[in-house]
């Protein structure tokens, strides 16, 4: 078979939400070039799916409006027969109403729906006739499904060569490194692998642990933002915000009054003058410029124009339940008063009076820009006509660009409403795109470290490093920690899984110390050129004396040369099947992997989605330079001779 190029290659990740994919391998390697949510909505035709929501709406309240203006224009009156109004279709490619997620927990839950997206996917590619197809295939995944998938490809596609790759597996690939432990946090579920010399250990593998993955973090905010009026979608886009963080163990929440371990006050006099919690420069970079002081602008002080946490307004009821205009006329008075405060020329705050802007994690209150898909929703099923929809949403959109859109324009509408003596509310700019609201929210945003979660991923872990049969790798293995995943994209969630692994099965180098309390004391400490250093001296019995059993055998077990392997302490002579060299349950130091450095394109965005990565540089490796001698992929000849179970024989 000839030589497949760069340019033919096509590699494809799906995932529970977002699938990844991209035509061609770039020179220098970039992140997935086709994003796809993983959903698909049911078709009118039953079995079949569109890769988009369709709507069916009428255009007549604007028909209408046209038609009005006619008739006072030109005098002749003109109606429009309610019988025969145009019903157009649209696709609608935000809205994700009604939609089917076919693979669940990383499994894959709906056939015929993920066959869709799949065929979605490569639609959209578009690729020419020879192009090869590499698969990245969930851990969760079993042989029979990789068979399924396997007879798909080649029958649907009709591809030249077709391959799997471990998503783990990948993983190790994208970071360079042979033997590492990857922890891939999804949507709702949390895989942990163990890989030496590049082979992942099937036995004691955690696959698809549930209730662990970034979904778990939406409930935990839900359950404390429910009453104030959040429903799933505030919480999931909060999640994602800057201002979600899970703060270090010892940490505790701003406004609590707790002092916590970073700002225990080691300098009282420096508290009581500056504010600062010891002395040194790095504390006096800590403090801003305003003064400390109640009142508005200083630095611990209260705005006293920031309202009351009332809750999040629904304005989805308000505008079903016919108060729109009314809203959208208090939306835009409020917009004409900020234009014409800012025409008259209000004087800004100087910069050295403005607050110091404090990092998130000593903010008692922080505010996130909210894409209400539920509003823009409500606002499509009203049938408001293309004209009164853009200007309803350029109302109620509370965006930072259309803020200053609206002022700019709010200002010019004013001077021309003086001028004509005409000014009438509602009158935006038309204008298309996500409905934006800013919305506020109080220390509720710092989801627990603990509660479970993390517990539960740091078990699985052990679980899976002491489940490695080759002893000596443990510990490597606890050093090349790789934390991967969308779900792990939270703020602070990294460092607080790593606290709490070494926090229940770190142990401390120095713990062979307490054998030290069991040598004689009329032995003098070993010196550096070992003349003092205790020699076993034969007893009785011919077995060492002097020397506690336990101390002789915690230095030959972390020294491999004072006990050659198959030796035996207690019988001399008797070789031993438990002798290693080093910690075997518990390690002594817990590392995580540097990410790769020579990825330039990768590192604005993060390594959490590594796994493309490594399968972009396999599939370099296996469709150009490899050519299929290594048995890589599935050739179409391979799969006429073998069918799809023959794709077990062909892996990396």
Not at 70 to 95: F, H, P
Request: overall charge negative.
């Amino acid at each position: 078979m000839p030589a497949f190029k760069d340019d033919q290659i096509i590699v494809i990740e799906p995932g529970s939400e977002t699938t990844l994919a991209q035509l061609g391998l770039a020179e220098s390697l970039t992140p997935a070039r086709l994003r796809v949510r993983s959903r698909m909505f049911p078709a009118e035709k039953a079995g079949e799916w569109e890769p988009y929501k369709v709507r069916r709406r009428s255009d007549l309240p604007e028909k209408a409006a046209q038609t009005e203006s006619v008739a006072n224009g030109d005098g002749e009156k003109k109606t429009i027969n309610g019988d025969e109004d145009e019903v157009v279709y649209e696709e609608d490619r935000v809205s994700e109403e009604g939609a089917v997620w076919p693979i669940q927990e990383g499994r894959i839950a709906n056939w015929s729906c993920f066959f869709a997206l799949i065929t979605h996917v490569y639609n959209t590619l578009n690729p020419p006739f020879h192009t090869p197809i590499l698969l990245i295939a969930q851990p969760s995944w079993t042989p029979r499904e990789h068979e399924k998938l396997t007879q798909f490809f080649f029958e649907k596609f009709k591809t030249p060569a077709f391959g799997l790759m471990d998503a783990a597996l990948a993983t190790s690939w994208a970071y360079g490194v042979h033997t590492a432990t990857v922890v891939d946090v999804g949507k709702d579920k949390v895989d942990v692998t163990a890989i030496s010399e590049f082979i992942p250990h099937v036995t004691g593998r955690v696959t698809a642990l549930p209730a662990c993955g970034g979904e778990s973090i939406t409930e935990s905010l839900l359950a404390k933002l429910k009453s104030k009026g959040f429903n799933r979608d505030m919480c999931d886009q909060l999640k994602k915000s800057p201002i979600c963080e899970i703060l270090p163990l010892g940490t505790s929440l701003p406004g609590s009054g707790e002092a916590s371990e970073q700002d225990a006050v080691t300098n009282p006099a420096a508290a009581a003058s500056t504010g600062a919690s010891a002395s040194g420069a790095a504390a006096a970079a800590s403090l801003g410029n305003a003064p400390r002081g109640p009142g508005a602008d200083t630095e611990v002080g209260d705005d006293p124009n920031a309202d009351d946490d009332e809750g999040v307004l629904d304005v989805a009821s308000i505008v079903t339940g016919g108060k729109m205009n009314e809203y959208l006329a208090k939306k835009e008075k409020e917009k004409q008063d900020k234009a014409t405060a800012k025409k008259k020329g209000a004087e800004a705050p100087k910069a050295d009076a403005r607050p110091v802007r404090l990092p998130n994690a000593r903010r008692e209150k922080a505010t996130f820009m909210y894409e209400d898909h539920h509003l823009l929703d409500t606002l499509k099923n009203m049938n408001l006509g293309s004209k009164g929809m853009a200007d309803a949403q350029a109302a109620l959109d509370e965006g930072p660009q259309n803020k200053a859109h609206d002022e700019q324009d709010g200002a010019e509408q004013q001077s021309a409403g003086e001028a004509n003596g005409t000014t009438e509310p509602g009158s935006a700019t038309s204008r298309s795109g996500p409905i934006r609201r800013e919305i506020e929210v109080g220390t509720e945003r710092f989801p627990p470290a603990s509660g479970g979660v993390l517990e539960r991923i740091a078990d699985a872990i052990h679980q899976a490093i002491s489940s490695v049969d080759a002893v000596n790798k443990r510990s490597e293995l606890w050093d090349s920690l790789i934390i991967c995943g969308n779900g792990s994209k939270v703020r602070g969630f990294k460092d607080a899984l790593h606290q709490t692994i070494q926090s229940k099965y770190l142990i401390s180098p120095s713990s062979a110390t307490i054998f030290t309390s069991e040598i004689p004391s009329n032995i003098s400490t070993p010196a550096g050129t070992g003349a003092n250093t205790p020699q076993p001296q034969l007893g009785p019995h011919g077995g060492p004396s002097g020397v506690n059993p336990l101390l002789l055998a915690a230095t030959t077990a972390q020294n491999p040369h004072l006990m050659p392997p198959g030796s035996n302490l207690m019988m001399p002579g008797m070789p031993t099947h438990n002798s290693h060299s080093s910690h075997g349950q518990t390690p002594t130091s817990i590392k995580f992997v540097r990410p790769p450095e020579y990825f330039p394109e990768w590192k604005d965005v993060g390594f959490d989605e590594a796994s493309f990565l490594g399968a972009q540089v396999a599939a370099k490796v296996l469709f150009v330079a490899d050519q299929g001698q290594s048995k890589g992929y599935m050739t179409r000849p391979d799969y006429n001779d073998s069918g799809p179970t023959a794709i077990h024989d062909y892996s990396l």
